[in-house]
């Protein structure tokens, strides 16, 4: 039971580590792109503008729904009453005492 509890905090913090590793090298790209393309055509600024924080949100929603399901899983933890579930479930042994 301790192990799968282990387990599901460790695949919650890679959930929120790689989704943010993940948004900060996508933004940092799509911010390079639009430095680039206001310096080679100034006057299309403003729509530039409004598209790049159009897929700026788009690409940082990705992360926060890992954000969602890494909270969900470290804190909420669906897994634990399925084991309990089973682990009641299991015939359970019963050894006598060794005489000494």
């Known amino acids: 039971m301790e192990s799968l509890i ?3 905090a460790i695949a919650g913090a890679l959930l929120l580590a790689f989704g943010a ?3 900060a090298i996508g933004i940092g790209i799509l911010g ?3 430095i680039e393309a206001i310096a080679r055509q100034p006057e299309l ?3 530039l503008q409004t598209k790049f924080f159009v897929v700026m949100g788009l690409v940082d929603a990705v ?3 890992a954000v969602g399901l890494g909270l969900f899983i470290i804190f909420s933890n669906p897994f634990v009453g399925q084991a309990k579930e ?3 479930a299991a ?3 019963v050894v006598a005492p060794a005489a000494h």
């Open 6 to 8: 282990g387990l599901s």
């Open 45 to 47: 600024g403003p729509q």
């Open 91 to 93: 015939p359970v042994a």
């Open 32 to 34: 390079g792109r639009f």
């Open 86 to 88: 089973a682990a009641a």
């Open 21 to 23: 590793l993940g948004a």
């Open 63 to 65: 992360p926060m729904i």
